[in-house]
């Protein structure tokens, strides 16, 4: 099983990026991906998740309205569009992946990728 982030960088507060999510070695569909992070001296905080089966998005309260979860054009890949980024965004971000549907663990995670938001 392989999942792996792609799309961090440096961002100014208010912008916007786009984080991948590329996976593989399992039965995709079967699964629910989503994202989480761990900023500095922080805990690793559940942020999303998509439940490939039936399209249900979950969000945590600190990033609904800023953040949308989608399927990739690519296959095997979920998206993670991130707009009006704040310093507070400032994390590691790793996908995850879980099966049967969306919960608050995953079964799978990949190496993260750094997004870091400039005040």
């Known amino acids: 099983v392989q999942l792996q982030a792609s799309g961090g960088g440096l961002v100014q507060a208010g912008g916007s990026l786009r984080l991948s999510c590329a996976a593989s070695?399992?039965?995709?569909?079967?699964?629910?991906i989503g994202w989480s992070r761990q900023a500095p001296g922080k805990e690793r905080e559940w942020i999303s998740c998509?439940?490939?089966?039936?399209?249900?998005?979950l969000y945590a309260n600190s990033v609904k309205g800023r953040f949308t979860i989608s399927s990739g054009k690519a296959k095997n890949t979920v998206l993670l569009q991130m707009n009006d980024l704040t310093p507070e965004d400032t994390a590691v971000y790793y996908c995850?992946?879980?099966?049967?549907?969306?919960?608050?663990?995953?079964?799978?995670w990949g190496q993260g990728t750094q997004v870091t938001v400039s005040s």
């Open positions: 998509l439940s490939l089966s039936t399209g249900r998005t």
């Open positions: 995850g992946a879980v099966r049967p549907a969306c919960g608050y663990a995953w079964d799978y």
């Open positions: 070695g399992f039965t995709f569909d079967d699964y629910a």
